[in-house]
């Protein structure tokens, strides 16, 4: 299929959800949806659940991921005649001091929005649009600092080494059906030309123990770089307390042309297992093989098998992860991950993240005596966040955080003796 074709497609999708609403017009109340069928509210909106193919004990993460059922994804929430309209998103303004010889200060903007349109199709079967865009391309080519951070190019040609690249400006455009086969039971279909594969815990942006950390993981290419794949197909099986599912995708990260859409594959595959035992908890295993992921390193695929476990209960939210890359052929780069996030009162939250990766790519340079050695890394990162609600449909969250790493004597001569980061960060948040 051509790029045109493809291209096409994804306007189509990408368009799905404002066509439904306008379809509709002249009906708007709000409403807030506990269920799949909607009742509508006499206010004009209200920021609520969206009613999530998941069943009841646990929420949607993102792509086909589940979180605990007391950490829904939250936003601005409308009825459209029969269709259920979920609005989320924010801006992250952030400036960064990354410590040591090869830190770097700047300032950046992170942004997502996201507009997802449900609505019944038949007694049982539920169709779901998503769109998701973002317009980190803005910050230029080379993203943001980030040291230890490692993954994809600026220019298609070098490596981005100690920063975070910028994603996508779509990072989703998909659908899903659900159908109930039994009283607890669904199968479920999911994919599009820009969506996430059945691969790894919830990707970090939609992780509440994640919410108010200024930088992405150094562990993101471990865990959950996958989450913006062209080209998804995912089947599953799901019920009250499990879900097992499948997936086809493009292992190909994507390339340095942010503002575009690359052509949909699928050369790579995963499968993944949940277990959600009660409201507060989920826990999930998956593996898959992941083909020629990175720009510069053709001919080298990757197997990944990850775990993960996440608690949310009152204003604590938590995950704990770990991820085995293993680059084939080549070696196996384990990496462990663990956030946290707690809301002390209504105003003010306490976070922070402890990371131990094991990275091979931090001197990309053939003629460096260290290239493609192995060294195994931590970074300890805490802070606070001041929560400001503004009307009933935004929040605005002022704070910083300090990050600390932990590395072998061998690395001192390139990144000092011991570098200490510190960022400080507004975050305008629809829902939150």
């Given at each position: 299929?051509?790029r045109?074709?493809w291209?096409a497609?994804?306007a189509?999708?990408?368009l ?14 709000g409403?807030e949806?506990?269920?799949p ?6 206010h ?7 009613p999530?193919?998941a069943p009841?004990?646990s929420?949607d993460?993102?792509?086909?991921s589940?979180?605990?059922g ?11 005649g029969d269709w ?5 998103g924010y ?7 990354q410590?040591?010889?090869r830190?770097s ?5 992170q942004?997502?929005?996201m507009i997802?349109?449900?609505?019944d199709?038949?007694p049982g ?8 865009l ?21 220019n298609?040609?070098?490596p ?9 400006l779509?990072m989703e ?6 159908v109930?086969v039994g ?7 999911y ?7 059945a ?5 970090f ?7 108010y ?31 097992i599912e499948?997936?086809?995708?493009r292992g190909?990260?994507?390339d340095q ?6 052509t949909?594959?699928?050369d790579?595959w995963s499968?993944?297992?949940t277990w ?17 992921p990175?720009?510069l390193?053709p ?24 991820s085995?890359?293993?680059?084939q052929?080549?070696?196996?780069l ?5 956030e ?9 939250t306490?976070?922070?993240r ?7 790519e931090?001197f ?16 300890v ?7 400001l609600?503004?009307?009933?449909s935004f ?8 990050g ?14 011991f570098?200490?980061?510190?960022t400080v ?7 939150k």
């Amino acid at each position: 299929m051509t790029r045109t074709i493809w291209r096409a497609a994804v306007a189509a999708v990408a368009l799905m959800p404002a066509v439904a609403a306008a379809q509709d017009h002249d009906h708007m109340p709000g409403m807030e949806m506990p269920a799949p069928t909607p009742t509508p509210a006499p206010h004009d909106h209200q920021m609520a659940d969206m009613p999530a193919p998941a069943p009841p004990g646990s929420s949607d993460g993102s792509g086909t991921s589940r979180n605990p059922g007391t950490e829904p994804m939250q936003g601005l929430h409308l009825m459209a005649g029969d269709w259920m309209l979920m609005l989320h998103g924010y801006a992250f303004a952030a400036y960064t001091d990354q410590g040591g010889p090869r830190g770097s200060n700047e300032g950046f903007v992170q942004s997502m929005a996201m507009i997802t349109a449900a609505r019944d199709l038949a007694p049982g079967v539920a169709l779901q649009l998503r769109s998701m865009l973002s317009l980190d391309p803005a910050m230029g080519a080379r993203g943001y600092p980030n040291l230890f951070a490692t993954g994809e190019t600026a220019n298609g040609v070098v490596p981005l080494i100690d920063r975070q690249h910028p994603h996508d400006l779509f990072m989703e455009l998909s659908a899903r059906i659900d159908v109930d086969v039994g009283t607890t039971t669904k199968l479920f279909l999911y994919g599009g030309p820009v969506a996430e594969p059945a691969i790894g815990p919830s990707a970090f942006m939609h992780r509440r123990s994640a919410q108010y950390l200024p930088l992405s993981p150094i562990t993101h290419h471990w865990l959950d770089s996958t989450h913006i794949s062209y080209g998804v197909v995912t089947a599953g099986i799901a019920r009250r307390h499990w879900q097992i599912e499948a997936s086809g995708f493009r292992g190909r990260e994507p390339d340095q042309y942010r503002w575009g859409i690359e052509t949909p594959g699928l050369d790579s595959w995963s499968v993944r297992a949940t277990w959600n035992p009660s409201p507060y908890w989920s826990a999930q295993v998956s593996h898959g093989h992941i083909k020629e992921p990175e720009q510069l390193e053709p001919g080298i695929s990757e197997e990944r098998t990850t775990a993960s476990v996440q608690y949310a209960r009152g204003g604590l939210s938590a995950l704990i992860a770990f991820s085995a890359k293993n680059k084939q052929p080549g070696r196996t780069l384990p990496a462990w991950l663990a956030e946290v996030s707690w809301d002390v009162t209504r105003h003010h939250t306490l976070f922070g993240r402890f990371e131990n990766v094991a990275n091979d790519e931090l001197f990309p340079d053939h003629a460096d005596p260290l290239h493609d050695t192995k060294f195994r890394v931590s970074k300890v990162e805490g802070g606070y966040a001041y929560r400001l609600p503004i009307g009933k449909s935004f929040q605005l969250a002022l704070g910083g955080a300090v990050g600390v790493y932990g590395k072998p004597a061998a690395l001192d001569a390139a990144y000092g003796t011991f570098p200490v980061s510190g960022t400080v960060f507004a975050k305008l948040s629809l829902g939150k």
